[in-house]
């Protein structure tokens, strides 16, 4: 067995996470993530990496173009957002080979019964299975990578992400277990707030997406004032008028997304929101939550709308974050080769 190389109590408190740039951002990616990794970089209590992880965006076809736009947009967004490039690492995926040289490793750690039963492959690669490219099957294992490659002890995401993150714990303790180390941090999810998953406007039972194929289901966040309150007025309700209480809101998928949205962009809880609007009919709280969009999104999408007018730059804060990634990642991965005995690592 080989001597522990590091135990966790000695990883340095880290927080890492990425969004893919497989299209334009959504409320959803704010609310349920970069949100949240602004609070935390505040926070100061950890070092925070984030990442536009365009290794995992093309497990679907992406236009190369496109990608390229949508990569140096997502990175505007984070600074939009409030990402400080002076606090947080922030780069993209691919500029820092680690990720892809460790994914390899896990894809010979990882099972494929383990792969099989993530829902977000079974949703991603439909009935044509057979027809889905392998870096799709092997998308938790790049992720495992991903987190792992900065030994990072926390992640923030939505909900959609947490099967993902527990098949990160479960490759980190086998891969330990198998080399008789405690080199990789069993890493904790970080699911809180009011609005971890939010829902489709067309359908409550579905989580908003950018990859949805109506552009009516989300908001995105270069989405004016007009049609942020045009998507909010058209948005799918009942009839019935908000509870007092958040039981009331149990059965109501489509009321509950309107009012997380609601204390999700206003910081407060959902308790909170229904003590003030409880009682009211949707045709008088979707306003007030358009009002609100529109006052917390648009700063935002004006500023990523300026940010793209100096690619220059954007490139330049993304080559820097690639540089400072690869400081913490190179170590550790060289130290993962050593562990499963690759000569002249
Ligand atoms: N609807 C959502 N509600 C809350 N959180 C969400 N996230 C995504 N959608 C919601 C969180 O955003 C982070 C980045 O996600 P991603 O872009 O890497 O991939 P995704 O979860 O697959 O997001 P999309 O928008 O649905 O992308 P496509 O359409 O390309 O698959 C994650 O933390 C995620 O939880």
């Known amino acids: 067995m080989n001597e522990a190389v590091q135990t966790s109590s000695t990883f340095t408190p880290r927080v890492f996470s990425g969004i893919q740039p497989s299209g334009g951002l959504t409320l959803g990616n704010y609310l349920g993530a970069m949100k949240r990794f602004v609070d935390m970089?505040?926070?100061?209590?950890?070092?925070?990496?984030?990442?536009?992880?365009?290794?995992?965006?093309?497990?679907?076809?992406?236009?190369?173009?496109?990608?390229?736009?949508?990569?140096?947009?997502?990175?505007?967004?984070?600074?939009?957002?409030?990402?400080?490039?002076?606090?947080?690492?922030?780069?993209?995926?691919?500029?820092?080979?680690?990720?892809?040289?460790?994914?390899?490793?896990?894809?010979?750690?990882?099972?494929?019964?383990?792969?099989?039963?993530?829902?977000?492959?079974?949703?991603?690669?439909?009935?044509?299975?057979?027809?889905?490219?392998?870096?799709?099957?092997?998308?938790?294992?790049?992720?495992?990578?991903?987190?792992?490659?900065?030994?990072?002890?926390?992640?923030?995401?939505?909900?959609?992400?947490?099967?993902?993150?527990?098949?990160?714990?479960?490759?980190?303790?086998?891969?330990?277990?198998?080399?008789?180390?405690?080199?990789?941090?069993?890493?904790?999810?970080?699911?809180?707030?009011?609005?971890?998953?939010?829902?489709?406007?067309?359908?409550?039972?579905?989580?908003?997406?950018?990859?949805?194929?109506?552009?009516?289901?989300?908001?995105n966040m270069t989405d004016d004032a007009d049609t942020i309150a045009k998507k909010i007025r058209k948005a799918k309700t009942d009839p019935e008028a908000l509870p007092s209480e958040a039981k009331g809101l149990e059965e109501r998928p489509e009321a509950r997304n309107l009012v997380n949205i609601y204390a999700g962009l206003s910081g407060l809880t959902v308790d909170q929101v229904l003590a003030d609007v409880g009682g009211k009919q949707f045709s008088e709280f979707k306003p007030m939550l358009s009002d609100l969009a529109v006052s917390k999104l648009s700063p935002i999408s004006t500023e990523m709308a300026r940010l793209m007018e100096h690619q220059d730059e954007i490139d330049k804060i993304l080559a820097h974050g690639a540089g400072q990634a690869r400081e913490i990642a190179a170590p550790i991965l060289k130290k993962t080769y050593e562990i499963v005995g690759m000569v002249g690592a």
């Open 41 to 219: 970089q505040e926070a100061g209590t950890h070092e925070t990496v984030f990442c536009m992880v365009d290794l995992h965006a093309i497990t679907v076809w992406q236009d190369p173009a496109k990608l390229q736009r949508a990569t140096r947009e997502l990175c505007a967004g984070f600074i939009a957002a409030g990402i400080d490039p002076k606090k947080s690492i922030l780069f993209n995926q691919s500029a820092a080979p680690e990720h892809a040289q460790l994914a390899w490793i896990f894809n010979c750690v990882a099972r494929m019964g383990w792969m099989q039963r993530m829902t977000q492959w079974k949703d991603k690669a439909g009935k044509n299975s057979q027809n889905a490219s392998l870096g799709l099957f092997a998308y938790p294992a790049l992720m495992a990578a991903d987190i792992l490659i900065y030994h990072a002890t926390h992640v923030p995401v939505g909900e959609d992400q947490k099967q993902h993150l527990e098949l990160t714990r479960d490759v980190a303790t086998k891969f330990n277990h198998d080399y008789g180390v405690d080199f990789f941090p069993i890493t904790e999810p970080v699911i809180e707030g009011a609005a971890t998953r939010v829902m489709s406007f067309r359908d409550g039972t579905k989580k908003m997406s950018k990859s949805d194929p109506s552009d009516a289901s989300r908001i």
